[in-house]
């Protein structure tokens, strides 16, 4: 008797222990969302794997500074042991991991999911979704088209908030008497900084018709073209508005500059809205936010980040994946996840009045198809996008460096990109 | 001449050295073959074998960053190489000099070589950022006009880069100086001022040339250094501002690894072997010469 119940006893322990967790896995997430705005936001998927009842866990491996995290997931797939999941930009970083078939195919989850009919606008999924496939899952849609500015620097200096970049400019040698910076920006990751103000000031300045066909038939003629030497100049201009602290600077230290009441404005994209959020901040008296670069003709572009999943050889790691997948665009965790952001949700069924000021701009603006650019990324590869970055940030840097020469660079970029 | 093969290579020998040779082989060879293949490839993240002849080599002729890349390690090299010997041997004949307290000055002149490049580095830069450095703790004390930031500018960051390299390397060329002085005769010395010739013409014309073999072995180690130059660049610049300070060994890393460009980085780093074969080539031949003519004395 006594043996009886003692057997059932460890029966019932032994059960328990592989009932469980027989399917759970630890699943490694690689990702750069290392600044305070986006490691809280980072914080909620991890929260909602850990708790999905399937004692699932979220392994972190956060690496700061973007191309820094995607060569690590590159050379862990060549070494042959990837991770379970990592970030990327939505584009073309990852179309070879797609066509060497290096992902997990989430088709059955999104068909379950209804995720081509949840993800809005449609150009969100269409980075996920090739040849009829759901290869990764977009998480956020954020828009690099941006301005943060700080409303007691512009008090002080005794100018109006800007409403477009124009204004700024004309505004800035008032700043800079006030003995502030009037315009932040950060060299660090080779540059990626500048070409993100670059490639908005390109769009402001060719039209998103012209920018889309300049990048779709690479044409070294609109690279070349009198826009372009304008928008070279313009960058020069903005040049002697900043401090020389700028070389190394990371974005977010940049973004503190605004914060702080440092510096004047800042073009970023609008995780920057997390920063201001963490520091405890609303976008109604300490900073402004000015959509696009020009408030009149308001711009949303569809950049953002996407989870792709490698595939593992063992089932209830990829049966893991999938329920982590399902979870990162399930509706509550796209509400906590992109408030803390400050990205949009990748879905438009869920409810965002919590939302602030700056980002209800951005959910009018989405609504009308006209508003929306094509990030940048979709276009070109991760190589083209470097030599972007390092053409844009050494016409920054050197000054000896004509607004001629670099146009001439940049068709010759343009025209010879894959 | 009648040696037979077994006295050539002794057995014991040729066992003790089979990990070495498959280490120099396995990783060398092979590497630097894959290396060379890969290049005449359009390898992108993964390697291919889809080969395209030159186009690669064209390519990397035709990148800014590269050709900034190559001008910026003949600079940094000749201005390191050449400061790091000029200033290692005054090191050492100053150390030569029976100093007191030996022992810790070559510990402090040897530390900077001890520590990892990219601590070091980063101290460096963050003692040259105009907002947390030395310019800043300058403008504290009341000096507001203080003006040094040479990281953040495009025209001399490479001489700040230049400047820690010889902060690093000049150490380590005093150790191998100091050793070579030590290892020159004290009869010599004794035999020069018998003979009433200035010190700094003793240096100059007996003990220097004495020393070819130190001098060699510094340059050599300081060759190599140059040619790899990374952790130094990307703990201070990370090749910035713009493009100033990047470095072949940088651009290829970045080639790989963030551009997903491999068959393009495999070019550029096949470029940088040829430099090192052309230096191996030449000592191979000096040496050859060298030998033929002993050959032809006895």
Redesign the interface.
């Known amino acids: 008797m006594r043996y009886r119940v003692l057997t059932a006893a460890l029966a019932a322990t032994a059960a328990l222990q592989f009932a469980c967790p027989a399917n759970a896995a630890d699943l490694e997430v690689i990702h750069w969302w290392t600044s305070k705005g986006e490691s809280a936001a980072v914080s909620q998927f991890a929260k909602a794997l850990d708790n999905d009842g399937h004692g699932d866990k979220w392994v972190d491996s956060a690496i700061a500074l973007g ?2 995290a ?2 690590t997931v ?2 862990r797939v ?1 070494g042959g042991d990837p991770p379970a999941a990592a970030q990327f930009n939505p584009g073309r970083q990852y179309e ?2 797609i066509s ?1 078939g290096k992902l997990l195919d989430l088709t059955d989850i999104a068909t379950a999911g209804k995720w081509d009919q949840v993800i809005r606008p449609k150009a969100i999924g269409s980075a996920c979704l090739v040849d009829g496939h759901w290869w990764c899952v977009p998480v956020n849609i954020h828009s690099n088209y941006w301005a943060w500015y700080s409303k007691p620097v512009f008090a002080k200096a005794g100018v109006p908030e800007p409403k477009s970049l124009a204004d700024f400019i004309a505004a800035a040698p008032k700043i800079k008497e006030a003995g502030l910076i009037p315009f932040a920006i950060g ?5 990626w900084q500048i070409q993100l103000l670059f490639q908005d000031m390109v769009t402001e300045a060719l039209g998103v018709a012209k920018r889309d066909e300049m990048y779709t038939k690479k044409s070294a003629e609109i690279a070349g073209g009198p826009e372009m030497k304008g928008v070279f100049t313009q960058l020069r201009t903005l040049k002697q508005f900043t ?6 600077r990371n974005w977010n230290d940049t973004t503190n500059l605004v914060i702080t009441g440092k510096a004047g404005l800042q073009v970023m994209g609008d995780w920057a809205r997390g920063e201001f959020a963490a520091a405890g901040m609303t976008g109604v008296k300490d900073f402004g936010c000015m959509i696009g670069l020009n408030e009149a003709k308001p711009v949303v572009s569809t950049d953002g980040d996407i989870i792709v999943f490698f595939k593992q050889n063992n089932p209830d790691v990829e049966a893991a994946q999938k329920r982590l997948a399902a979870l990162l665009i399930s509706p509550e965790v796209q509400v906590a996840f992109n408030n803390a952001k400050g990205s949009m949700p990748v879905r438009g069924d869920v409810d965002m009045s919590t939302a602030d000021p700056c980002m209800q701009k951005s959910l009018k603006a989405v609504e009308d198809p006209a508003n929306i650019v094509t990030a940048t990324n979709r276009f070109i ?3 083209t996008n ?2 972007l970055n ?2 844009v ?7 000896s460096m004509t607004a001629d020469d670099a146009t001439a ?1 940049f068709a010759t970029i343009i025209g ?1 990109s894959d | 001449m009648q040696r037979s093969w077994r006295h050539r290579f002794h057995l014991p020998a040729v066992i003790g050295t089979i990990p070495m040779i498959l280490v120099a082989v396995g990783v060398f060879v092979i590497g630097i073959g894959f290396s060379l293949l890969w290049s005449f490839t359009s390898s992108k993240l993964f390697p291919s074998y889809d080969f395209v002849g030159l186009a690669q080599y064209r390519r990397l002729w035709a990148d800014n960053r590269w050709l900034v890349s190559v001008n910026n390690i003949w600079f940094f090299g000749l201005m390191s190489i050449a400061c790091n010997m000029v200033f290692g041997y005054l090191l050492a004949v100053f150390m030569d000099q029976r100093i007191r307290q030996e022992d810790l000055f070559r510990s402090i002149f040897l530390y900077p070589f001890a520590m990892s490049l990219i601590v070091t580095g980063l101290v460096w830069q963050w003692v040259l950022d105009p907002n947390l450095g030395l310019q800043a703790a300058m403008r504290n004390l009341g000096w507001s006009s203080f003006s040094f930031a040479p990281l953040v500018d495009a025209n001399t960051a490479i001489y700040a880069l230049v400047v820690a390299g010889i902060w690093q390397g000049s150490g380590v060329t005093m150790a191998i100086l100091l050793a070579g002085l030590r290892g020159v005769d004290e009869e010599i010395w004794k035999a020069a001022r018998v003979d009433g010739i200035p010190t700094w013409r003793t240096h100059v014309s007996i003990v220097a040339p004495m020393m070819k073999g130190a001098f060699a072995t510094a340059f050599v180690l300081q060759c190599v250094g140059v040619v790899r130059v990374y952790d130094l660049v990307i703990a201070m610049t990370g090749g910035g501002p713009g493009i100033a300070t990047s470095m072949p060994a940088v651009y290829v890393i970045q080639l790989i690894t963030v551009r997903q460009n491999v068959g393009q980085g495999m070019a550029a780093a096949t470029m940088m072997l040829v430099p090192v074969l052309v230096v191996l080539a030449f000592s191979g031949l000096v040496l050859w010469r060298r030998k033929r003519r002993q050959e032809a004395a006895t």
């Open positions: 191309e820094t995607r060569s590159m050379q060549l070879e991991l060497g060299g660090d990751g080779n540059g401090d020389n602290g700028y070389a190394n590869t991760e190589n470097q030599q390092e053409l940030a050494q016409f920054f840097a050197d000054d660079k010879n």
